[in-house]
Nanobody
Framework: QVQLVESGGGSVQAGDSLRLSCTAS?????VTWFRQAPGKEREFVAL????????IYSDSVEGRFTISKDNAKNTVYLQMNSLKPEDTGIYYC???????????????WGQGTQVTVSA
């Protein structure tokens, strides 16, 4: 059974930085971050593979966010720099047996962590 726990959210000003963490138990191919703004669908942010060099970002965060991993700690980090108000939302991490940009392909989710960016 896969279990995931996110941490590190908060309220910041535009241009600030935050680092999110996702600690996972159970075997997955990698960890994927999604976010969900009020009234909107959950959208892909970034993913990283545990066992290979796979790293993929959405166009909206490419160049501002960096995803990394610490296999010894079963933890994935999402370093978010140059934050914008449109980055506001609940950030979720998930993992499964394959890489996917669709939240429908994942069964196990963390509880989410709120990120609020003020202009």
């Amino acid at each position: 059974q896969v279990q995931l726990v996110e941490s590190g959210g908060g309220s910041v000003q535009a241009g600030d930085s935050l680092r999110l963490s996702c600690t996972a138990s159970g075997r997955t191919l990698g960890v994927t971050w999604f976010r969900q703004a009020p009234g909107k669908e959950r959208e892909f942010v970034a993913l990283i593979g545990w066992w290979d060099s796979t790293i993929i970002y959405s166009d909206s965060v490419e160049g501002r966010f960096t995803i990394s991993k610490d296999n010894a700690k079963n933890t994935v980090y999402l370093q978010m720099n140059s934050l914008k108000p449109e980055d506001t939302g609940i950030y979720y991490c998930t993992g499964g047996s394959r890489y996917s940009f669709s939240p429908r392909d994942y069964a196990s989710w963390g509880q989410g962590t709120q990120v609020t960016v003020s202009a």
